[in-house]
């Protein structure tokens, strides 16, 4: 499966011209042709090897701009999909926030963690404030990582049988049944293995893991291709869809929940921004 290598440049009207002279001296003549987007904050390229990375990288700190944030991620083809182990699902509406916990709600702290919250779960159903019903779409996310479904989505999900998932029919704050519901997963796998890539461990203040039960602090790593590693025999037992052990924001504040969804592949099953997953 081959790796994506993209190249990320903020460029200030001033490096326009050292950005295009470095792109020559690189030997990127297609993407010099390429008329720039003067309105866009990034520039984008999508380089051929790491050869050609080091060349321009170097060739812009020659003239003076900054050599900006390397991505690299898998492109698998369908057939490639189909034979994943696993698939990797990162449902985030941005306007929704870092997790945290609904003051109106009660939780399960049976399983949770004392210190920061990590497994906490909750009790009855999800009440959507006024604003937080998605105008459109199957799918949203609220308090940072809530996950929301249309009931059109729902019904989708149910008639395949999926096993480790729930779904709650969330209310309006006024208790009336609304055409959205909270998902719930059942089971959470253990720890990725150690040769996970993609992924990195917090280091400053507020983003380091939970001293007690180090589930959170986890992000991403652009600069490797994410593939979380499990052991075969946990794939095995595993359901069609759980949770990561993982934490992927800032620490675990009390009432958070993980980001990550695994899920079961066959080759027909629906999906949203997978990626690679692998065993062990």
């Keep these: 499966m081959p790796i994506v290598l993209q190249l990320l440049i903020g460029l200030r009207p001033e490096e326009h011209e050292p950005f295009q002279r470095a792109l020559l001296e690189a030997g990127l003549i297609d993407q ?50 189909a034979a994943a182990a696993l698939l990797w699902m990162r449902p985030w509406i941005h306007s929704s926030g870092q997790p945290r916990p ?11 963690c004392s210190a920061c919250g990590a497994g906490l779960r909750p009790l009855g159903p999800l009440r ?55 998902v719930r997963l059942e089971v959470t796998l253990p720890p990725m293995l150690a040769g996970s890539t993609g992924m990195k461990r917090g280091r400053i203040a507020g983003e380091t893991p939970c001293a007690a039960c180090g589930c959170g602090g986890w992000f991403d790593d652009p600069e490797q291709p994410f593939t979380p590693l499990y052991d075969r025999r946990v794939l095995d037992d595993a359901p069609d869809l759980g949770v990561t052990s993982e934490y992927f924001s800032a620490r675990v504040s009390s009432g958070a929940t993980p980001l990550g969804l695994t899920w079961q592949a066959d080759g027909s099953s629906p999906g949203s921004g997978c990626t690679r997953c692998a065993a062990a």
């Design 32 to 81: 010099l042709v390429a008329p720039l987007d003067l309105a866009a904050p990034m520039q984008q390229l999508e380089l051929p090897s790491e050869d050609v990375l080091f060349r321009l990288t170097s060739a812009l700190r020659l003239h003076g701009v900054a050599s900006g944030q390397v991505r690299r991620f898998w492109r698998p083809t369908r057939k490639e999909l």
């Design 102 to 112: 609904r003051p109106e709600r009660e939780y399960d702290r049976s399983a949770a």
């Design 128 to 182: 959507l404030r006024k604003g937080e019903v998605p105008r459109s779409g199957l799918l949203g996310t609220v308090s940072g990582d809530i996950l929301i479904v249309h009931d059109e989505l729902r019904a989708a999900w149910a008639a395949e049988g999926l096993r480790g998932v729930g779904f709650v029919g969330a209310l309006d704050e006024g208790g009336s049944a609304l055409a959205w519901h909270e």
